[in-house]
């Protein structure tokens, strides 16, 4: 069984989802892949159900009303708009955060789940992890989750802790 199957199978028509999803993402503009799904596409992957995009704020109302059409559900957040399939387990997040506007204008192509995507640079997704690890809005859970994801970048890309903050950098050194 292919990593795409074991995928489709797990997320309940996931990798399906994604494909459609990305096919609506080229269709409405620049966009790129942020959060774990991109880091995996620059370290050895781990396991996600969740889909982190960011596309040009003036074209997302298009592209949510797009995917509201071909069945998607969506909720509006402040920061994000999350999106999903029915039945599936795929998790869709489209950041509304400004910071991240940026990004798909340095992405790269790459493959993920068996589609052509474009996914940030490697200074961008361990920028956007930063901002993530750093929020303390969000669940310790979670944090921690961007921190292991941080630090799987640095031990590939020792050039990326110079971005990082005191204390991962202290982590990393001790090895």
Not at 26 to 42: H, M, Q, R
Not at 135 to 160: H, N, T, V
Request: hydrophobic share 35%.
């Amino acid at each position: 069984m292919t990593a795409v199957e074991a995928y489709e199978l797990t997320a309940q028509g996931g990798s399906t989802d994604f494909a459609r999803l990305i096919a609506a993402c080229e269709s409405f503009g620049p966009y790129c892949l942020i959060g774990g799904l991109a880091v995996n596409c620059y370290v050895e992957p781990v396991y996600t159900l969740n889909a982190d995009l960011v596309v040009f704020a003036a074209s997302l109302p298009e592209l949510t009303a797009h995917l509201e059409e071909q069945g998607f559900k969506t909720e509006v957040h402040k920061h994000p708009v999350n999106v999903q399939a029915p039945g599936s387990e795929l998790r869709i997040q489209f950041t509304t955060d400004e910071r991240y506007q940026p990004f798909p204008a340095r992405s790269t192509d790459a493959n993920v789940l068996g589609v052509r995507v474009k996914v940030a640079c490697r200074e961008d997704v361990a920028q956007g992890k930063l901002w993530a690890y750093g929020d303390p809005q969000r669940r310790l859970s979670k944090r921690k989750k961007d921190e292991l994801d941080l630090i799987r970048l640095a031990e590939a890309y020792p050039e990326l802790k110079s971005l990082y903050p005191n204390e991962l950098r202290e982590q990393l050194d001790r090895g």
